[in-house]
């Protein structure tokens, strides 16, 4: 950790007991040169230098494949862990120690394939997490698999004459789920929009999902093209509520108001494929969070002890 | 003892007696059952209580699959297991006792109470139905007696479904003089929550019962009993393991219900949110054994229960904490397998795939407990070794001990089985999150919030930075130190006590549950003049020491287990390519001794008698 | 064979040599290989090819992280494995050539051509870490040799990323005398999808390399070849898996991507449907295992491919086959473990888990190719035993077979490999799901459509009917005729053939992919005049006949194994504490010979050489 | 079998060769008296009967539970397989055997808790199957447990103090999979419905799911009362292609006009919790069925190995 290296680019942090996006660096990123994944890395680094987190009050938890390498990249607790699991990791280090900021990154096969399951049931348990979905539409790691968001006809090693399923759209199952407190939309190519919607993820008390379209240069080079080339193809989703991010009105065209409250246009907005949307779909602060309503109070072992001689005399012969 | 028997009544004095409460499901023959044998342990007696479950939630009534009740044993010892065949039965129909005598659960002298209402029912299918229940049964000298159970519970309440239990608990307490001050104090506390008038109707039934049988039997058993020395608690396996998890100072179980395990989590889920704690119910095992090693890797040791289809589902979890070196601790409550198996049985088959069921080297400790009260010692030891030594421990106990019911020395509490708080200390200089001792391969666990400790724990190869690596030396240095850790805990192990003569004609071994039965077995077999001695393990990974040596010392050795294994004799079944018990297998490996084995999977624990005769034909 | 070195060229003749061609990850080492290995292969040669992959998909270029590339070992005869260290190598840079140096890959006179650019790059930090380089690898006697390869390169691309390695194909051409046309028509058909003008390129490529070899080279190899007397192809494992299993009939194929058995489905997505099948990409593991079991329900016989941490999710699903005896074929391709462990290396740590992995009692098939030409034939004999058997029949390959290249005897297809078709005539009278023959355990498996055979499977224990039932009788029932499969097997098998002299000092027994490499050690003891034999097993459960009498005619036996144990004389580690490699556990339980091991778990195959160390060192 | 017994309450029968709706139950259920398994059970039959189906032409999976143990009551083939797995294995069944009529019985731990994944693939592949869940809410067979779709506040054993998430609402999430094709909701007090739905979800060829109410008289006995009681709580969904039973209109006073086509009002009707409602939600029939793309030629042994020599000539050396 180099605390005293304070990064210029960094606006943030004109204070030398500060840390800099750079402080947040552990490993360097070992992807493709293009890869989406540090676009991501790069404003997750931003936000936590924004907010001056302590390393070691933060834990990065993930799965396995590209995007999970992850935890491996931040200057902070990691936890890497096993294919489609990083959830209920979390699930229980944030239940174990809810004070510690915790992140959760995981890729769309690991999160809505294999790790499906725990997705929806760690959406509706709606604990305290930052949620990063690095959704590039394919398996990266393992080199070229079709994912549940492949665009059908997509051509990969598992579906070599065009995959025949029409893509699993992320935002709208999370927003199947009772209890989504938090559903939103970035991409690795906007990284204003990308660093204020992390903002408002880690702003939100309750399990902030947020999908980021990512770019593999690797495996599908082409999926996003379009969009990036023309920004005319996106539509922001605004609202006083949602995501806002400064000069994004000069580049994209196109902008729409949402109220982040409203489900049911949230979800009639998902649905609707003639646009890409960005921003902030959902957003209820008022749901029951897990690791709030499941926090018990500490016992010490003395007390332990008082309470485990009554409740053996239940039992006494 | 204070008989208030009439003078015609004959009077044996027995050192023990085996009892049946059998009726249909939804009957209430549990709670007849738990206030006798409670009553049994609070006048000194030894007392080992087992449930007899139907396999359907709500099955037919009054047919041989509705069977619901349980066996009560109590002596004037200590009581381990649940017996032999049971001496009396109280049956509230015809075809619950059919289904008994087919599983040859009665002595063929037993004493059987039936409902007689039955034999002269309006319905001639039932009338029939009895008949032939009676003659499929007297191929035996059951003496059976005929008791007008529904209509003198009619006396007192209006319906007898609610009512007979406690009637039936009468004849019980009559017959073997129980005290009825101690009866009432159990039904007021079964009922505390309900008005006062219940409890008084319930004591009205069981003294209709006592009279009743005053009356009319002309018999009584004297079991004499000790004067209690010590503090004792009574309880089942499954609460003695709740309770083992609380006072180890666990304050996270995540768990998915599965039959035998979840009253563990029913237990906990009661109480440990008094000591900090919760129960997490999670969306499926995979889930349970993730979020309590996530909790584990945040400084709390966690603990997951489940049953063999979900440790099936937690294996890649498992194999994840102990490439990482994540204490936790997983409680296996053994039942019939394989896949669904028997839900509501007991088997010891998840000893094989509790020691090798990950892929990959992955060594991890296995233990299981003996009794009912090392359920409760057991989750104290494992919780202790988990963290000491950063690794999975197992720990198996069965669906035996998990709704047995059993007395035991009550526990003194000590504050140190509680785990020490998290050091959140700076760390040395330098300390590595990997910084195995070359020796031991021990190291100090960084938790998260400790200042400077920042790394990333994973599944992948790993330096003892945690960094990722692939390269020969890394990966031997790993397994090598995952797997020092089985033989430095060996170290601190003793030799299993052998219970009878130190050498000898036979060793039976033993593992977990079957301690009590084996032990009896070895008693009558001593009886009979026979050199036999046995031996109980709980460390199964690692196995422990002297073993080798303690089997040389007898001229053959087998285990008892209760899982499959071939019989030599049946149809291409040769000493090459016999299936052995699991128990056997390994310590076959181990010892290279021929180890023999008797096993047998009845979904039912084994039977004192059953081994005492496998004793017989294996010592020729 | 046409010799065109000039005259001053040193010319030796080998029998055989191993080459490596290393560069950053995307410099197409691979295709290099590819092309230089099928030459090797149609001009007569052994071949055994083995592919150095990095741990990331891009790591950082130019350094010890990002070595990619291809082993080649060639040779007159029959070549079974990666042999002992490379004797010459082609390496893009200092960085890749220092991490095999430090891998020990390099004999110690290995020439080494590599690129001389590094040495004069603009930037000092390039020049001193190849100097350094260049210092560290002066410890051994290499014979390094600059070659100018991207200069040379650029002379025909612009980009010479893509061309050095045709270049560097060139190279070897010309040291070892390949053929050009041969490589001409391999080049056409790698790029045939292509312009032809790419072919022209990259032929002209290789031409310079050929050119500059002749003239700078003063050395040249030659390595006769045997007349190819049958027909073979050439292929890696996971190559001949697939093909296998679409030989053997199996028409689906449900799948979950993972490192290193992806391969197989991939071979297969791209073929399968010509031959009225399909590859199911499931959402994850455990469905995959559950469409595969609910298609075979349905009559085929299915397969579902992994590898590990895949297989720890399968555990569940393996034993509801296995208890309703729904025959189901399972690909499990190592990797090195636990958990995520060494996902692209090879390891043979999966035996166990492969034997014990489900709770509760459940008795299935494993077999292990010990060649990728078995590879190909386990899949027809895995699907028919699977069917014949109604079980799970799981095989064991690994990395070292899934990637490695090797030619086998083209196999002559029999249409009794396939599938049977399903027979959907009207049933025997009374014929059950379960009606065991008694002896066998043997039982006609009722498929969905067949009039009159409705019954509904379930993984609860149950009778010949296939009705839930609990009683003792019919679980034992079950277990039994579930395990007396196994014994009949067995009683069809012969006892493992012995490589070397029938009886001996030592008997070196392995199983699997190690074959090649074991015999050659074998055949090296032997030549050193010591008395060793071996022997490798294909059948893990159950293990074939004899063993016991086998190992009675050797002073010792060890095994050896991919895999880890404990080394004696450890801190800690005694003969009773000692960890065993996983093959040879089980042949000490099973026959109860003092069975030693020598395993090791590099993330490599073995090498022969070191094999025969540890030979060396047993012997004594 | 006795196909000569034909009941006279089956209305749709009265040709003697033809089964009747008793002629289709195997074992007697097992189930609890008042347990509306039984009801599902014979609305089965019933269509069952008047689709005049063979019973060795159908089969029928589940998982586990005590709903699971439906496929031993009826007389088809069955598959009572384990905890959560029950649509792969129909999955499976169906690819290797697309005539088969196959049906799926599942409950609410089993399908929306240990088989979420597969819930959501499932419905995704959208192979044709007539699947149901019988929802409870709460676990029967492991006596009392809560469930995802236990209503807030639900006390069971292991929630002792009352749940404390709001149910998952496997109508919404089953919506929000794209490729969802049919999705009604029905109870099992209203047989009429029932059957109407179940004949509707059998017609509907694709992945057909169906939420039955399902009252659990053991340890759920309160949850469905109300609407039991009153049917003022309960509106109905009709439309001309939705499910339509006769005299319903009479039992339920409200009605809705829903064009199941339309899925935007179908979230936002699952949303609401003002009435239960019972109908079609959504059907498309435009989607891809996985079992038709999926299906290929068959292909001769001889065939097989004509084509794997040209194979073996790519390899050849
Ligand atoms: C249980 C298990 N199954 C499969 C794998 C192999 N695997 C590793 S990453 C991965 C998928 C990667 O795709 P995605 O989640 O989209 O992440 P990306 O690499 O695209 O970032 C798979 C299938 C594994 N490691 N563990
Ligand atoms: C892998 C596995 N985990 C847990 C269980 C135990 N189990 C059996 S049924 C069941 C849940 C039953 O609830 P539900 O699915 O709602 O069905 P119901 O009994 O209510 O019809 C559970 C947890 C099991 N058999 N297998
Ligand atoms: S393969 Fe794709 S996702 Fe993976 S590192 Fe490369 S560009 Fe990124
Ligand atoms: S417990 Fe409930 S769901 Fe199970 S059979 Fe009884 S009433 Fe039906
Ligand atoms: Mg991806
Ligand atoms: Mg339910």
Same mark, same amino acid.
């Given at each position: @950790?180099? /605390? ?63 995007? /999970? ?5 931040? !200057? ?29 990154? @995981? ?18 348990? !709606? ?35 065009? /995959? ?115 921003? @902030? ?37 | ?24 499901? %939804? ?15 609070? &006048? ?7 449930? *007899? ?46 289904? #008994? ?18 034999? +002269? ?44 239990? &406690? ?24 009922? #505390?929550?309900?008005?006062? $008038? *219940? ?50 100072? &666990? ?25 900090? %704690? ?20 945040? %400084? ?34 053994? #039942? ?166 130190? $050498? ?69 079944? +040769? ?43 294996? *010592?020729?």
């Amino acid at each position: @950790m180099n /605390s005293n290296v304070i990064s210029l680019l960094n606006l943030e942090n004109d204070n030398p007991q500060c840390l800099a996006a750079e402080d947040y660096q552990k490993d360097e990123g070992k992807w493709c040169a293009g890869c989406g994944d540090f676009g991501a890395l790069n404003a997750v680094k931003r936000l936590l230098a924004k907010e001056q987190l302590k390393p070691e009050k933060m834990a990065f938890v993930s799965g396995i494949g590209c995007s /999970s390498r992850f935890p491996h990249y931040v !200057n902070a607790y990691g936890f890497h862990g096993i294919h489609g699991r990083a959830l209920p990791i979390a699930t229980g280090l944030k239940l174990a120690r809810p004070e510690l900021d915790v992140f959760v990154v @995981m890729g769309d096969g690991d999160c809505t394939s294999i790790g499906a399951g725990h997705w929806i049931h760690a959406t509706r348990y !709606n604990a305290n997490l930052t949620v990063l979905l690095l959704d590039n539409n394919i398996y990266g790691l393992t080199k070229n698999q079709t994912s549940p968001t492949s665009p059908q006809g997509t051509i990969s090693n598992t579906s070599p004459s065009g /995959s025949v399923l029409p893509p699993l759209d992320p935002l709208q199952a999370t927003l199947g789920v009772s209890n989504a407190s938090f559903v939103a939309q970035t991409a690795d190519w906007v990284p204003a929009h990308l660093y204020a919607t992390l903002q408002a993820a880690y702003e939100h008390r309750g399990f902030s999902f947020v999908r980021i379209l990512q770019r593999c240069p690797k495996f599908t080079p082409d999926v996003f093209t379009e969009q990036v080339k023309n920004p005319d193809l996106t539509e922001l989703l605004v609202h006083e509520n949602g995501v806002n991010a400064p000069g994004l009105d000069k580049l994209f065209k196109a902008s729409r108001e949402h109220d982040p409250t409203d489900i049911d246009e949230a979800r009639a907005l998902a649905q609707r494929t003639d646009l890409l949307r960005l921003g @902030m779909f959902f957003r209820d602060e008022s749901f029951p969070v897990y690791d709030d309503i499941r926090t018990v109070s500490p016992v010490s072992a003395q007390e332990k002890i008082r309470k485990l001689e009554k409740e053996f005399d239940r039992y006494a012969v | 003892m204070n008989s208030i028997a009439n003078s015609k009544t004959s009077i044996s004095t027995v050192s023990e007696h085996t009892v049946e409460i059998i009726t249909d499901s %939804g009957e209430g023959a549990q709670k007849c059952a738990h206030v006798f044998g409670q009553t049994c342990a609070k &006048m000194g007696n030894g007392v080992w209580t087992v449930e *007899i479950i139907p396999a359907e939630i709500e099955p037919p009534a009054h047919t041989t699959t509705s069977t619901s009740g349980n066996i009560v044993r109590f002596g004037t010892e200590k009581i381990t297991n649940w017996g032999d065949q049971s001496k009396l039965a109280v049956a509230f129909n015809d075809q619950v006792c059919l289904s #008994r005598h087919r599983l040859d659960s009665f002595d063929d002298n037993c004493i059987i109470l039936h409902e007689c209402s039955w034999e +002269t029912h309006e319905d001639e299918n039932v009338r029939e139905q009895y008949a032939k229940a009676m003659e499929e049964m007297s191929s035996k000298n059951y003496r059976l007696i005929k008791v007008p159970i529904e209509e003198e519970t009619l006396k007192v309440v209006d319906n007898a479904q609610h009512g007979k239990n &406690m009637f039936a608990l009468g004849l019980l307490a009559e017959i073997y003089q129980r005290d009825l001050s101690i009866i009432e104090k159990q039904i007021a506390h079964i009922f #505390r929550h309900k008005p006062a $008038k *219940i409890t008084e109707i319930n004591v009205e039934l069981v003294k209709r019962g006592m009279a009743w049988a005053r009356d009319n039997l002309k018999f009584q058993y004297i079991i004499e009993s000790k004067p209690v020395v010590e503090n004792r608690v009574v309880m089942t396996g499954n609460q003695a393991a709740a309770l083992g998890a609380v006072a180890a100072g &666990m304050e996270l179980c995540a768990m998915y219900p599965i039959t035998p395990a979840t009253s563990v989590s029913h237990e906990l889920a009661a109480i440990i949110e008094n000591y900090g %704690g919760i129960v997490h119910q999670a969306e499926d095992e995979i889930a349970a054994a993730g979020v309590a090693l996530g909790a584990s890797y945040g %400084g709390k040791v966690a603990l997951t229960v489940t049953s063999g289809p979900g440790m099936a589902l937690k294996t890649e979890f498992l194999a994840l904490a102990i490439m990482s070196e994540i204490p936790l601790v997983v409680l296996d409550v053994q #039942r019939g397998g394989p896949s669904t198996g028997l839900p509501t049985k007991v088997e010891q088959s998840d000893l094989l795939s509790s020691l090798y069921g990950q892929p990959g080297d992955a060594p991890r400790i296995v233990i299981a407990p003996r009794s009912i009260e090392e359920c409760f010692h057991s989750m104290i030891t494992a919780r202790r070794i988990a963290e000491t030594f950063r690794c999975v421990v197992i720990v198996l106990t069965d669906a035996n001990l998990a709704s047995g019911v059993q007395q035991f020395t009550r526990p003194e509490f000590d504050s140190r089985w509680q785990q020490d708080p998290v050091d959140f200390s700076a760390l040395p200089e330098g300390l590595r999150p990997y910084d195995w001792d070359p020796e031991t391969g021990l190291s100090r666990r960084i938790v998260p919030g400790t200042p400077g400790g920042q790394h990333t724990v994973t599944g992948l190869a790993h330096d003892e930075s945690s960094k990722v690596s692939y390269d020969p030396e890394s990966n031997e240095r790993g397994c090598r130190m995952r797997s020092r850790k089985l033989a430095v805990l060996q170290s601190t192990l003793l030799p299993p006590p052998i219970y009878g003569e130190e $050498k000898g004609d036979l060793l039976v071994v033993g593992w977990g549950s079957t301690q009590g039965a084996i032990e009896e077995a070895v008693d009558r077999a001593h009886d009979a003049g026979l050199s036999v001695s046995s031996c109980q393990l709980t460390f199964l990974s690692p196995l422990e020491p002297g073993l080798k040596e303690i089997f040389s010392r007898y001229r053959k050795v087998m285990t008892v287990e209760i899982n499959y294994s071939d019989t030599i004799g049946d149809p291409y079944i +040769t000493e090459e390519t016999r299936r052995y018990g699991q128990l056997a297998w390994i310590l076959r490996a181990q010892t290279l001794v021929d180890i023999d084995c008797w096993t047998s999977c009845p979904g039912q624990p084994l039977r004192p008698n059953d081994i005492y005769n496998s004793i017989l034909e294996k *010592i020729k």
